[in-house]
């Protein structure tokens, strides 16, 4: 093991490293984001992790996470079908994306932000980042509140 990390209060559902390895997010089922900072040294032959910010507006398991450090922006979707947006540096709050009445809700999977940060998408379910995904219909992208 190189290094334990224990801001979660329960199983860790989702992880996503960006593409230059400086951010890493984990989210579980205490319905927790947590950034971290991943630091490499010459010196260590592990990176060193630590936390950057705890990310608490879900009602629900955190089930998958997306990162964008060009944008700055990191998604987080829960098994209730809601999809959320924080800024990465400082957890500011951009806003989210909910079920609509119709669809009701669905676990989210896979929240992808196009290069232009323009236009957002959620596909469910996704087995590559959660461990035991429940197959259920694809939730259309609700309106974005902010």
Known sequence: MVQTMTLHTGPVECVALCGAGAVLA???????????????SEHIQAPMVTPLHVITRHCATVACVW????????????VRGT????????????????????????????????????HSSCTSPCQSHSPSPTPSPAPSPGPIVQ
């Open 67 to 78: 990162l964008c450090p060009a944008l700055n922006v990191v998604a987080s979707g829960d």
């Open 26 to 40: 984990t989210g579980g089922q205490d319905t927790n984001l947590v950034l971290w900072a991943v630091e490499y």
């Open 83 to 118: 999809v959320l947006l924080h800024r990465i540096h400082d957890r500011g709050y951009e806003g989210c994306i909910m079920p609509t009445p119709a669809t009701g809700p669905a676990r989210v999977s896979s929240p992808s932000i196009s290069p232009n940060g323009r």
